[in-house]
């Protein structure tokens, strides 16, 4: 019967991912459709591995008897899960240490660490609480309302915890790679994260000298790892899935349009991710 359990979970899993389309429409129904497709069939799976390892070996579940083959497949999913995570923190905090071996330097009234190289970089590097860190290229090639524009933009990143909410999502990303579409829809969250922290910079400078600053900063943006970092360029956009110029065109028309409200949290639609945890109701109907 757990073995059943499991097979209809990803047969749901599968054909939820499978329904995925390029999105239409505003930021906030792109964000909510995309991040619901990737997180739901993951946290579903998530679920149901939990629920069988609770359940155990032993006993009946309607009327069925239950075995070992699902609970190993079980202890297998969450034990593969748990190496990933911890990889990635791992990977995370290498990070963390490369940047902080940089020097600080201030810009204005924000501290910086200073990256020795003369590509044009900035971007947030951390967890809950990210430094920002830019590039010697970028400090010494940009005017100073361009410079104000990039930093503006990272610190949406800071307000919104990017670097944090994305280390986690990264993780699912990791652990469902053989789903369909886990790569388009990653690319699609960073485009609406990238565009997110756009309208936060946009409220505070010149939309026109952001957008100038992005030009610049994609161009000559370094390959810089994703886990922990949420920088200006994006660089890592693949091309495969959009291509860099196609983002690219997508930040530079929104900037260049009429500033949205950005609308309210609301909590209905979280409401939707209660029925990943529906697995776990099935441990009653177990003895």
């Given at each position: 019967m757990h073995l059943m359990m499991i097979v209809i979970v990803l047969a749901v899993a599968w054909w939820l991912r499978s329904s995925w389309n390029q999105p239409q429409g505003s930021w906030s129904l792109r964000w909510r459709r995309s991040l619901f497709l990737f997180l739901f069939p993951p946290l579903l799976i998530f679920m149901t591995a939990i629920a069988v390892l609770c359940m155990g070996t032993q006993g009946k579940m309607g009327g069925m008897y239950t075995g070992w083959v699902s609970y190993v497949l079980a202890l297998l999913f969450l034990v593969f899960f748990a190496i990933l995570c911890i990889k990635l923190a791992f990977q995370g905090l290498q990070s963390v240490k490369s940047a902080r071996n940089c020097s600080l330097v201030n810009l204005g009234?924000?501290?910086?660490?200073?990256?020795?190289?003369?590509?044009?970089?900035?971007?947030?590097?951390?967890?809950?609480?990210?430094?920002?860190?830019?590039?010697?290229?970028?400090?010494?090639?940009?005017?100073?309302?361009?410079?104000?524009?990039?930093?503006?933009h990272e610190q949406g990143h800071y307000y919104y915890r990017d670097t944090f909410w994305f280390f986690w999502l990264g993780w699912v990303r990791?652990?469902?790679?053989?789903?369909?579409?886990?790569?388009?829809?990653?690319?699609?969250?960073?485009?609406?994260?990238?565009?997110?922290?756009?309208?936060?910079?946009?409220?505070?400078?010149?939309?026109?000298?952001?957008?100038?600053?992005?030009?610049?900063?994609?161009?000559?943006?370094?390959?810089?790892?994703?886990?922990?970092?949420?920088?200006?360029?994006?660089?890592?956009?693949?091309?495969?899935?959009?291509?860099?110029?196609?983002?690219?065109?997508?930040?530079?028309?929104?900037?260049?349009?009429?500033?949205?409200?950005?609308?309210?949290?609301?909590?209905?639609?979280?409401?939707?991710?209660?029925?990943?945890?529906?697995?776990?109701?099935?441990?009653?109907?177990?003895?």
């Open positions: 009234d924000r501290q910086a660490r200073l990256l020795q190289t003369d590509a044009l970089f900035a971007g947030q590097i951390g967890f809950w609480q990210p430094e920002l860190v830019v590039s010697q290229g970028l400090v010494q090639t940009l005017s100073p309302n361009h410079l104000e524009s990039v930093l503006a990791s652990c469902t790679t053989w789903l369909p579409n886990t790569e388009p829809l990653w690319q699609e969250l960073l485009v609406l994260r990238e565009l997110r922290a756009d309208s936060y910079a946009a409220l505070q400078v010149d939309p026109l000298v952001l957008a100038e600053s992005l030009l610049l900063v994609v161009s000559n943006s370094p390959v810089v790892s994703e886990i922990c970092c949420a920088a200006l360029g994006s660089p890592n956009v693949s091309d495969a899935y959009g291509g860099r110029c196609l983002r690219l065109e997508q930040r530079i028309e929104a900037l260049l349009a009429a500033p949205a409200p950005e609308p309210e949290a609301q909590l209905q639609s979280w409401h939707g991710f209660l029925l990943a945890f529906l697995p776990l109701v099935t441990v009653i109907f177990h003895t």
